[in-house]
């Protein structure tokens, strides 16, 4: 994904993918885990170009990018999730989501929609 255009168009394609996301899977909390979740995605951004690049270019497989971007699950802190009240449990499907949602889109933009 060499075009800084098109990266952008995925990146704000995410953000609004990540608000329907919340609504769908944690209704009452929904403004906490959106928060969460493009927290994350700003963290993660650098490393998503890079990785969509390399994919892009064949260097690096679809197995190879899942596991980099399902690495940075660790990271992720749901803390206004948490703080919310919201079980563990959920908060945890609702992150393992958003990373799917990460992974499923940039194979979209990057390797059409039919990959």
């Known amino acids: 994904m060499p075009d800084t255009k098109e990266f952008n168009s995925l990146v704000r394609g995410l ?8 609504r769908l899977t944690v209704r009452k909390y929904r ?7 493009r927290k994350q995605l700003t963290a993660m951004k650098k490393d998503l170009r890079r990785w969509s690049d ?3 270019k064949n260097l690096l497989t679809t197995d190879d990018f899942e596991f980099l ?9 749901m803390s206004a999730l948490k703080n919310s ?10 992150k393992f989501s958003f990373f799917n949602l990460v992974i ?6 990057v390797l ?4």
């Open 112 to 115: 059409g929609p039919e990959s």
């Open 69 to 77: 971007v399902n690495s940075q699950q660790d990271s992720m802190k």
């Open 54 to 56: 390399l994919l892009e």
């Open 31 to 37: 403004k906490e885990a959106a928060k969460d979740a």
């Open 104 to 109: 499923d889109r940039t194979f979209d933009a």
């Open 15 to 22: 953000r609004n993918d990540i608000d329907a996301l919340a």
């Open 85 to 94: 009240g919201l079980a563990l449990i959920r908060a945890d499907q609702f």
